[in-house]
């Protein structure tokens, strides 16, 4: 999105739309051409769907999705404005910062995989939880430097998106044969908490202003990592039961 944003800068948005278009096409075609995989799906009905969703051990790691996409958004959804407020950015270069944001998100994607095969995914969430909950804490102190907010940005754009990556990973260990169906609400989660960060950010930003945001990301993301820790301690006393 960050790349997007930048992209809408330098050709319009009318062309970024087309490009999206025209690039869901290229992977129809290519999933068509090259998936050969047609067997059928678990099938799925809407007491699947409850059960994932009341389940301690499911529910509990959707919601851990939910409030870290909410926390990242509580301040990103009003970014260019904040970056303008908070360190004099010019509105014209706001567009660098967007392009640094996403090619520090991208790092933080290529770096998730290799953390979690090394550390685990659980260690790389709660580094990536810890990492976003400091980073929006010195957003609050910081003062109007350039570099240093460019900085604390890839910062905070890489220990946000290394999230995903072991997040998926444990859905995919704990879901068993429901594994699609548990994927499928991960993926709702994340669009319910850009919302739900969406209306945040708007709410503190006529309430208390621009710099109140990375305070009501840090709070959702201490958030985050109860529901995260309440999340391990479940998977943990499911684990025992079963071999009970």
């Given at each position: 999105?960050?790349?997007?944003?930048?992209?809408?800068?330098i050709?319009?948005?009318?062309?970024v739309?087309?490009?999206?278009?025209?690039?869901?096409?290229?992977?129809?075609?290519?999933?068509?051409?090259?998936?050969?995989?047609r067997?059928?799906?678990?099938?799925?009905?809407?007491?699947h769907?409850f059960?994932a969703?009341?389940?301690?051990?499911?529910g509990?790691?959707?919601?851990?999705?939910?409030?870290?996409?909410?926390?990242?958004?509580?301040?990103?959804?009003?970014?260019?404005?904040y970056?303008?407020?908070?360190?004099d950015?010019a509105?014209?270069?706001?567009f660098?910062?967007?392009?640094?944001?996403?090619?520090?998100?991208?790092?933080?994607?290529?770096?998730?995989?290799?953390?979690?095969?090394?550390?685990?995914?659980?260690k790389?969430?709660?580094?990536?939880?810890?990492?976003?909950?400091?980073?929006?804490?010195?957003?609050?102190?910081?003062?109007?430097s350039?570099?240093i907010?460019?900085?604390?940005?890839?910062?905070?754009?890489?220990?946000?998106?290394?999230?995903?990556?072991?997040?998926?990973?444990?859905?995919?260990?704990?879901?068993g044969?429901?594994?699609?169906?548990?994927?499928?609400?991960?993926?709702?989660?994340?669009?319910?908490?850009?919302?739900?960060?969406?209306?945040?950010?708007r709410?503190?930003?006529?309430?208390?202003?621009?710099?109140?945001?990375?305070?009501f990301?840090?709070?959702?993301?201490?958030?985050?990592?109860?529901?995260?820790?309440a999340?391990?301690?479940?998977?943990?006393?499911?684990?025992?039961?079963?071999?009970?």
């Amino acid at each position: 999105s960050s790349d997007l944003a930048w992209a809408g800068n330098i050709i319009g948005w009318r062309a970024v739309m087309i490009l999206i278009a025209g690039l869901a096409m290229v992977a129809l075609i290519v999933v068509l051409v090259f998936v050969r995989d047609r067997s059928a799906g678990t099938q799925v009905s809407f007491g699947h769907l409850f059960s994932a969703i009341t389940q301690k051990k499911s529910g509990l790691t959707v919601l851990t999705t939910l409030l870290q996409m909410a926390a990242m958004l509580s301040t990103y959804a009003l970014i260019a404005p904040y970056m303008v407020h908070k360190f004099d950015v010019a509105p014209d270069d706001v567009f660098i910062l967007l392009f640094v944001y996403g090619g520090c998100g991208i790092l933080g994607n290529i770096i998730a995989g290799r953390l979690s095969d090394r550390m685990g995914p659980d260690k790389v969430i709660w580094l990536g939880l810890a990492g976003s909950i400091l980073t929006f804490l010195i957003l609050l102190v910081i003062g109007p430097s350039m570099v240093i907010g460019l900085a604390v940005l890839c910062v905070w754009s890489v220990t946000g998106m290394i999230f995903h990556t072991p997040q998926q990973q444990r859905i995919v260990a704990i879901a068993g044969e429901q594994r699609s169906l548990l994927l499928a609400l991960n993926a709702s989660a994340l669009y319910l908490g850009m919302s739900f960060g969406s209306w945040m950010s708007r709410q503190a930003s006529v309430e208390w202003g621009y710099e109140s945001l990375p305070a009501f990301s840090a709070a959702l993301m201490v958030l985050c990592a109860l529901v995260f820790f309440a999340s391990q301690k479940s998977l943990k006393k499911a684990s025992v039961s079963t071999e009970d």
